[in-house]
């Protein structure tokens, strides 16, 4: 069993930062692929970022360059600094993980103003 708790959401101007965590129950060094992912209004939740336990990361085309994925195993939380936030940004993103069956976080809003 694994619980995902995201934190660090909240409303920022286009062309701020924001930093989210997840924080995972237990230990997250048995787990390989850990990812973010969003959701908008109105639209489908899409792939933000991936990090496995050997520190490989992808990115979404939309987000690359301006966000980073991070995860720390001692602290069982992984991280996405998000730069150069724009409104399309807007979104709740949610942390995903698969171990034996897929585990998603309750997710945290992220708001862009223009």
């Known amino acids: 069993q694994v619980q995902l708790v995201e934190s660090g959401g909240g409303l920022v101007q286009a062309g701020g930062s924001l930093r989210l965590s997840c924080a995972a129950s237990?230990?997250?060094?048995?787990?390989?692929?850990m990812n973010w992912y969003r959701q908008a209004p109105g639209k489908q939740r899409e792939f933000v970022a991936q990090?496995?336990?050997?520190?490989?990361?992808t990115y979404a085309d939309s987000v690359k360059g301006r966000f980073t994925i991070s995860r720390d195993n001692a602290k069982s939380t992984m991280y996405l600094q998000m730069d150069s936030l724009k409104p399309e940004d807007t979104a709740v993103y949610f942390c995903?993980?698969?171990?034996?069956?897929?585990?998603w976080g309750q997710g945290t809003q992220v708001t862009v103003s223009s």
């Open positions: 995903y993980v698969f171990r034996i069956r897929p585990y």
């Open positions: 237990g230990s997250i060094s048995s787990i390989n692929a």
């Open positions: 990090i496995t336990s050997g520190g490989t990361t």
